[in-house]
């Protein structure tokens, strides 16, 4: 049999903790190809902000359909696309790092380090407050390392709908005393107050590139990505030392069921024979480990049981096809 079907009622174990490599964006894509002669720009923005400053809010708004990636509670160093957004010639991806805040354990702080690599690693940064709540004690941990950091970094003050003029005014001098913030914006992201001119903004900041990810996104595309970068994370977890490179993850069915449980179906590239059977394992026990443990991963994010079925297919070459950097929006390089 050349496929493999993980069946969805297998028990999973519990993850173990380790926090892994940092990945910059995990998306399966080659180097990307000479700009599109559109002047099109792409680019990640990592928006950071204390839990409940508006981010997910914010979010929805920015990419104008809802989300559903809203209240996520994994604590992990992967960076998550959480939303693509359109404008003009740009397209915008925006990017979590979750991990930055709170550190407790040993291993939260181990992590907390790789997660400011992924806001590094944005081309830009964006920092969002809750302005009614102002600069409290984390939002000044966040704000004194970020000072740091080179990335071009703006400043979102939120919830302006409910904070006072003279409040505002003076949070903007105080963060902006701290961080050297290129702009400030003051937003409603419940009411979409100010969010227009922050997609201006970044549309015209993002690099010149061909867009990474296909225009027509379906709106649960955020959801698709995010299922394949956790499937990737899995295998490279378990994997890494005899397929460092290989794989790519497509997700290439999702399904929402009449109970309320995703049915999702994922294929797993590799390049050769050998590399499947390595994924595979012994009487699939490596795949079957990689499958519960994503599954168990993409259920915590959604919050609604996932019917994982993960298919191992070789595909040669791949990266010399151009029918897959078209599949992904990018010019084939001649
Ligand atoms: N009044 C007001 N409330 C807002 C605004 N933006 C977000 N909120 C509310 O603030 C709360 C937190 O918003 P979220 O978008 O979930 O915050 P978050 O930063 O994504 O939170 P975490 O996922 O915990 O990190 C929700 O109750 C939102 O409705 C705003 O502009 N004005």
Redesign the pocket.
Known sequence: MNDVNETPEDDFPEDDELPTPAPRFDIPLPEPAAPLPENTRAGFIALI??????????I?QLVGTKVSI???KVQTTRTIVRGIAMHDASQLIFVDTPGIFQPKRRLDRAMVDTAWGGARDADLIAL?I?A?KGIDEEVEKILSRLKDIKTPKVLIL?????AKREQLLKLAQQANELVSFDETFM?????GNGTDAILSYFAERVPESPWLYPEDQPSDLPLRILASEITREKLFERLHQELPYISTVETENWETRKDGSARVEQTIYVERDSQKSIVLGKRGATIKAISQASRAEIAEIIETPVHLFLFVKVRENWGDDPERYREMGLEFPR
């Open positions: 902000g204390a839990p409940n400053a508006g981010k997910s809010t914010l929805n809203v209240t996520h969002l809750d009614r939120n919830k302006i709908d409910v937003v409603s992201a419940l009411n």
